[in-house]
C-alpha cells in the first residue's frame, strides 16, 4: 500500500511516499529559510512559503517515487500540533487531494509522526517501549503500548529542549535554528568548563524544566568582557549541553528503570544531537536496556513519519472524516 504523508506544521514543507509503512520511496524536504532575520518562525510568514512550496514539493515526492496520484492508496497530513496557519494549509491539500481523487484520507498528530519514525525503521522495537520526543516545540516523555496507545509520563513545564537550545544558540550569535551549530562548536569545547544547573534532575516524576538553565546561560554570559566571550564560547556551549542532554538522559533511563521498560526510543529534532545519543545509550546499555532512534533525515519534520504513523492508524481505525480540522493544542492520544 502506498501512502503519501504531508507535514506543514511548523517551518518545513514536506510530503513523502512510503510503502506499506516501512519503505521510503521519497521523503522531499524543504526547510523555510526566511525566518532565520527574525530570530525564529514568523507563523505568517510560514504560511505564506508552505503555499508557495506544497504543490512543487508534492510534484517532486511522486517523481523520486517514480508513481502517480493514481497509484497512491492513502493520503495522511498532519492536523496537529503545530501553527494554524501552516497546519492549514497541508491539511486542506490532502483533503482536496483525497475529494479530486476518491482516495481515503487521515489525519495525523505529529507527535504521534515522529515517535513513528522508530518504528519505519526499527521492525525490531518491541512494541511496548519508552519514547522521549524531544524537538523545538516538545519535551515529553511517553509509554508506548502499543499503537496508538500512549500514556504521557512527563513534558517540560516551560521551554522545550529544542526550544532551549536555540535560544542559547542565539545569544551565542550561530543564528536561528542554532541547536546543529550548537553542538557543532561544543564539540571543541569542555564540557566540564562551567557548572550549570539541572533543574529539576532530582525531583521524583518525570517532568522537565529548561528556562531556569536557559537564564543561567544568559546571566553568565552578561558576565563576561568580549574577550572572555570569544575565548569561551565553545566551553559555553558544550557545558550549555552537557547540562541540557543530562537532563534527558537521567529522567529517560530513570523511567526505564521504574516502569521496567527494555526498549527505549528517542525522536524530534534534539534526537539528532550525538552526545544526547552517545551518553543515552551508555546509560541503558549498562541498565541492559536498547536504545534506537532515526537516521538523521527522520529526527526533524518530514512527511515520510506522517506517513508511517498514518498507514498504521489507518490499518487500526480506518479513515478520517472530511470534516476533521487542524488543532494547534493537539494533545497525544485525544
Ligand atoms: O522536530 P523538529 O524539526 O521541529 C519541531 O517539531 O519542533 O525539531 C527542530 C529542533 C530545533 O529546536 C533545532 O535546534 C533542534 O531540533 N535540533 C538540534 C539538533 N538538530 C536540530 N538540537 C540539538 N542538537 C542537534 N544536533
Ligand atoms: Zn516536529
Known sequence: MLTLGI?????????????????VLSNV?????????FGGVVPEVAGRA????????????????????DRIELIAATMGPGLIGPLLVGLTFAKGLSFATGKPFIAVD???????????????LDQRHLTLIVSGGHTMLVEVKGVGSYEILGTTRDDAAGEAFDKVAKLLGLGYPGGAKLEKLAATGNPEAIRFPRPMINEPGYQFSYSGLKTAVAIY?????????REQQADIAASFQEA????L???TARAAGE????????????????????????RLVKAGKKLFYPSLELCTDNGAMIATAGFFRYLDDGASEMVVSAVPYLRLGA
Open 7 to 23: 507535514e506543514t506544521s511548523c517551518d518545513e514543507t514536506s510530503v513523502a511516499v512510503v510503502r506499506g509503512g516501512r519503505e
Open 29 to 37: 524536504i524543504y526547510s523555510q529559510t526566511d525566518h532565520s532575520k
Open 50 to 69: 508552505h503555499l508557495r512550496k506544497i504543490v512543487p514539493v508534492y510534484r517532486q515526492a511522486l517523481e523520486e517515487a517514480k508513481t502517480t496520484i
Open 110 to 124: 505529529h507527535i504521534e509522526g515522529h515517535l513513528t519514525a522508530n518504528l519505519l525503521e526499527h521492525p525490531d
Open 221 to 229: 554570559l552578561k558576565s563576561l568582557a568580549s574577550e572572555q566571550f
Open 244 to 247: 541540557a542532554v543530562e537532563l
Open 249 to 251: 538522559v537521567e529522567k
Open 259 to 282: 516502569l521496567n521498560i527494555e526498549h527505549v526510543t528517542i525522536s524530534g529534532g534534539v534526537a539528532a544531537n550525538g552526545r544526547l545519543r552517545e551518553r543515552l545509550r551508555s
